[in-house]
T-cell receptor, first 113, second 112 residues
Framework: DTAVSQTPKYLVTQMGNDKSIKCEQNLGHDTMYWYKQDSKKFLKIMFS???????INETVPNRFSPKSPDKAHLNLHINSLELGDSAVYFC????????????FGQGTRLTVV | GESVGLHLPTLSVQEGDNSIINCAYS??????FIWYKQESGKGPQFIID?????DKRQGQRVTVLLNKTVKHLSLQIAATQPGDSAVYFCAENTGTASKLTFGTGTRLQVTL
Protein backbone atom coordinates (compact mmCIF):
# COMPACT_ATOMS: atom_id res chain seq x y z
CA ASP A 1 0.00 0.00 0.00
CA THR A 2 1.47 3.31 -1.07
CA ALA A 3 0.68 6.02 1.47
CA VAL A 4 1.39 9.04 -0.75
CA SER A 5 1.40 8.34 -4.46
CA GLN A 6 2.07 10.76 -7.27
CA THR A 7 1.90 10.37 -11.02
CA PRO A 8 3.71 10.44 -13.26
CA LYS A 9 7.11 9.51 -11.86
CA TYR A 10 8.87 10.99 -14.87
CA LEU A 11 7.72 13.80 -17.14
CA VAL A 12 9.65 15.15 -20.10
CA THR A 13 8.06 18.00 -22.00
CA GLN A 14 8.85 20.95 -24.19
CA MET A 15 9.00 24.57 -23.14
CA GLY A 16 5.68 26.33 -23.33
CA ASN A 17 3.60 23.22 -22.70
CA ASP A 18 1.08 22.80 -19.89
CA LYS A 19 1.33 19.74 -17.64
CA SER A 20 -0.22 18.32 -14.49
CA ILE A 21 1.07 16.15 -11.68
CA LYS A 22 -1.37 14.24 -9.52
CA CYS A 23 -1.08 13.25 -5.88
CA GLU A 24 -3.21 11.08 -3.65
CA GLN A 25 -2.78 10.05 -0.03
CA ASN A 26 -4.58 7.22 1.75
CA LEU A 27 -3.44 8.12 5.26
CA GLY A 28 -6.52 10.12 6.19
CA HIS A 29 -4.40 13.24 6.59
CA ASP A 30 -5.98 16.64 6.21
CA THR A 31 -2.91 18.64 5.17
CA MET A 32 -1.10 18.18 1.88
CA TYR A 33 1.93 19.89 0.38
CA TRP A 34 3.94 20.38 -2.76
CA TYR A 35 7.71 20.69 -2.42
CA LYS A 36 10.26 21.38 -5.13
CA GLN A 37 13.73 19.83 -5.01
CA ASP A 38 16.36 21.42 -7.22
CA SER A 39 19.48 19.90 -8.72
CA LYS A 40 21.41 20.62 -5.52
CA LYS A 41 18.89 18.60 -3.52
CA PHE A 42 17.47 21.67 -1.81
CA LEU A 43 13.85 21.09 -0.77
CA LYS A 44 11.56 24.08 -0.67
CA ILE A 45 7.87 24.22 0.04
CA MET A 46 5.60 25.58 -2.68
CA PHE A 47 2.06 25.11 -1.40
CA SER A 48 0.19 23.75 1.58
CA UNK A 49 -3.48 22.81 1.72
CA UNK A 50 -5.55 21.99 4.76
CA UNK A 51 -8.95 20.41 4.20
CA UNK A 52 -8.94 21.60 0.58
CA UNK A 53 -8.12 25.17 1.58
CA UNK A 54 -4.89 26.85 0.43
CA UNK A 55 -2.95 28.00 3.47
CA ILE A 56 0.57 28.49 2.16
CA ASN A 57 1.70 29.87 -1.19
CA GLU A 58 5.41 30.49 -1.07
CA THR A 59 5.84 33.13 -3.78
CA VAL A 60 5.49 30.57 -6.51
CA PRO A 61 4.86 31.95 -10.04
CA ASN A 62 1.19 31.99 -10.89
CA ARG A 63 1.93 29.57 -13.74
CA PHE A 64 1.74 26.98 -10.95
CA SER A 65 -1.80 26.29 -9.82
CA PRO A 66 -2.57 23.67 -7.18
CA LYS A 67 -6.02 22.13 -6.96
CA SER A 68 -7.44 20.03 -4.17
CA PRO A 69 -10.73 18.35 -5.15
CA ASP A 70 -10.89 16.66 -1.75
CA LYS A 71 -8.56 16.32 1.19
CA ALA A 72 -7.05 13.11 -0.17
CA HIS A 73 -5.92 14.67 -3.43
CA LEU A 74 -3.71 17.59 -4.35
CA ASN A 75 -2.83 18.14 -7.98
CA LEU A 76 -0.35 20.59 -9.45
CA HIS A 77 -0.92 22.19 -12.84
CA ILE A 78 1.87 24.09 -14.52
CA ASN A 79 1.25 26.42 -17.45
CA SER A 80 3.78 27.60 -20.01
CA LEU A 81 6.61 25.43 -18.72
CA GLU A 82 10.07 26.98 -18.60
CA LEU A 83 13.52 25.39 -18.50
CA GLY A 84 13.92 26.52 -14.89
CA ASP A 85 10.91 24.45 -13.86
CA SER A 86 12.99 21.30 -14.31
CA ALA A 87 13.22 19.70 -10.87
CA VAL A 88 11.80 16.91 -8.76
CA TYR A 89 8.40 17.75 -7.31
CA PHE A 90 7.33 16.01 -4.12
CA CYS A 91 3.86 15.72 -2.74
CA UNK A 92 3.53 15.18 1.01
CA UNK A 93 0.83 14.95 3.64
CA UNK A 94 0.58 15.29 7.39
CA UNK A 95 -2.01 14.95 10.09
CA UNK A 96 -3.02 18.44 11.16
CA UNK A 97 -1.06 21.61 10.67
CA UNK A 98 2.45 22.16 11.92
CA UNK A 99 4.55 20.28 14.38
CA UNK A 100 4.10 16.90 12.78
CA UNK A 101 6.02 14.68 10.44
CA UNK A 102 5.15 14.84 6.79
CA UNK A 103 4.99 11.73 4.63
CA PHE A 104 6.41 12.15 1.15
CA GLY A 105 5.59 10.60 -2.18
CA GLN A 106 8.29 9.18 -4.45
CA GLY A 107 8.55 12.37 -6.48
CA THR A 108 7.96 13.43 -10.07
CA ARG A 109 11.06 14.26 -12.05
CA LEU A 110 10.08 17.01 -14.47
CA THR A 111 12.44 17.78 -17.32
CA VAL A 112 11.66 20.71 -19.58
CA VAL A 113 13.52 20.70 -22.90
CA GLY B 1 15.54 35.02 6.14
CA GLU B 2 15.44 32.10 8.47
CA SER B 3 17.46 29.12 7.45
CA VAL B 4 18.39 25.66 8.46
CA GLY B 5 21.86 24.62 7.39
CA LEU B 6 24.33 21.80 7.63
CA HIS B 7 28.05 21.97 8.32
CA LEU B 8 29.17 19.06 6.13
CA PRO B 9 27.88 18.39 2.63
CA THR B 10 29.40 14.88 2.46
CA LEU B 11 30.33 12.50 5.24
CA SER B 12 32.20 9.23 4.65
CA VAL B 13 32.23 6.61 7.36
CA GLN B 14 33.32 3.00 7.55
CA GLU B 15 30.77 0.31 8.02
CA GLY B 16 30.32 -0.36 11.70
CA ASP B 17 31.44 3.08 12.81
CA ASN B 18 29.12 5.67 14.30
CA SER B 19 28.00 8.62 12.17
CA ILE B 20 27.20 12.11 13.34
CA ILE B 21 25.38 14.50 11.05
CA ASN B 22 25.07 18.10 12.19
CA CYS B 23 22.56 20.84 11.52
CA ALA B 24 22.44 24.49 12.52
CA TYR B 25 19.19 26.41 12.57
CA SER B 26 18.64 30.12 12.98
CA UNK B 27 14.95 30.44 13.92
CA UNK B 28 14.90 30.41 17.70
CA UNK B 29 11.09 30.15 17.57
CA UNK B 30 11.24 26.71 15.94
CA UNK B 31 9.78 24.13 18.27
CA UNK B 32 9.77 20.92 16.27
CA PHE B 33 12.58 19.26 14.35
CA ILE B 34 12.74 16.24 12.11
CA TRP B 35 15.46 14.23 10.45
CA TYR B 36 14.70 12.75 7.05
CA LYS B 37 16.61 10.22 4.98
CA GLN B 38 16.43 10.38 1.20
CA GLU B 39 17.70 7.48 -0.86
CA SER B 40 18.42 7.87 -4.54
CA GLY B 41 15.23 8.12 -6.59
CA LYS B 42 12.96 8.20 -3.56
CA GLY B 43 11.15 10.73 -1.44
CA PRO B 44 12.37 11.83 1.99
CA GLN B 45 11.62 9.27 4.67
CA PHE B 46 11.03 10.14 8.32
CA ILE B 47 13.74 8.95 10.70
CA ILE B 48 13.17 10.65 14.02
CA ASP B 49 11.77 13.86 15.45
CA UNK B 50 12.22 15.95 18.57
CA UNK B 51 10.33 18.78 20.18
CA UNK B 52 11.98 21.81 21.69
CA UNK B 53 11.11 20.77 25.24
CA UNK B 54 13.52 17.84 24.90
CA ASP B 55 17.26 17.70 24.33
CA LYS B 56 17.63 14.06 23.36
CA ARG B 57 15.55 11.38 21.78
CA GLN B 58 16.52 7.87 20.85
CA GLY B 59 15.22 5.50 18.24
CA GLN B 60 16.48 2.29 16.80
CA ARG B 61 20.21 2.90 16.14
CA VAL B 62 19.54 6.64 15.87
CA THR B 63 19.71 9.45 18.39
CA VAL B 64 18.82 13.08 17.88
CA LEU B 65 20.35 15.74 20.09
CA LEU B 66 19.01 19.28 20.33
CA ASN B 67 20.99 22.16 21.78
CA LYS B 68 18.73 25.18 21.84
CA THR B 69 21.40 27.41 23.35
CA VAL B 70 23.50 27.27 20.20
CA LYS B 71 20.63 26.32 17.89
CA HIS B 72 22.22 23.03 16.89
CA LEU B 73 20.74 19.67 16.00
CA SER B 74 22.57 16.42 15.38
CA LEU B 75 21.71 12.94 14.21
CA GLN B 76 23.80 10.06 15.48
CA ILE B 77 23.65 6.72 13.72
CA ALA B 78 25.17 3.79 15.60
CA ALA B 79 26.97 0.98 13.80
CA THR B 80 26.49 2.54 10.37
CA GLN B 81 25.47 0.10 7.66
CA PRO B 82 25.69 0.29 3.85
CA GLY B 83 21.91 0.75 3.79
CA ASP B 84 22.36 3.99 5.68
CA SER B 85 23.98 5.58 2.62
CA ALA B 86 21.67 8.43 1.61
CA VAL B 87 21.19 12.18 1.86
CA TYR B 88 20.05 13.29 5.30
CA PHE B 89 18.03 16.43 5.90
CA CYS B 90 17.10 18.23 9.04
CA ALA B 91 13.86 20.19 8.97
CA GLU B 92 12.21 22.60 11.37
CA ASN B 93 8.71 23.73 12.05
CA THR B 94 7.54 26.78 13.95
CA GLY B 95 4.32 26.68 15.90
CA THR B 96 1.29 25.99 13.77
CA ALA B 97 2.96 26.93 10.51
CA SER B 98 1.94 24.35 7.96
CA LYS B 99 5.33 23.79 6.50
CA LEU B 100 8.68 22.24 7.22
CA THR B 101 11.79 24.27 6.40
CA PHE B 102 14.56 21.98 5.22
CA GLY B 103 18.30 22.27 5.57
CA THR B 104 20.64 21.79 2.65
CA GLY B 105 21.31 18.08 3.20
CA THR B 106 24.34 15.92 4.00
CA ARG B 107 25.30 12.95 1.88
CA LEU B 108 26.37 9.99 3.99
CA GLN B 109 28.64 7.49 2.24
CA VAL B 110 29.31 4.21 3.97
CA THR B 111 32.49 2.46 2.93
CA LEU B 112 33.17 -1.23 3.44
Amino acid sequence: DTAVSQTPKYLVTQMGNDKSIKCEQNLGHDTMYWYKQDSKKFLKIMFSYNNKELIINETVPNRFSPKSPDKAHLNLHINSLELGDSAVYFCASSRGQGGREAFFGQGTRLTVV
Amino acid sequence: GESVGLHLPTLSVQEGDNSIINCAYSNSASDYFIWYKQESGKGPQFIIDIRSNMDKRQGQRVTVLLNKTVKHLSLQIAATQPGDSAVYFCAENTGTASKLTFGTGTRLQVTL
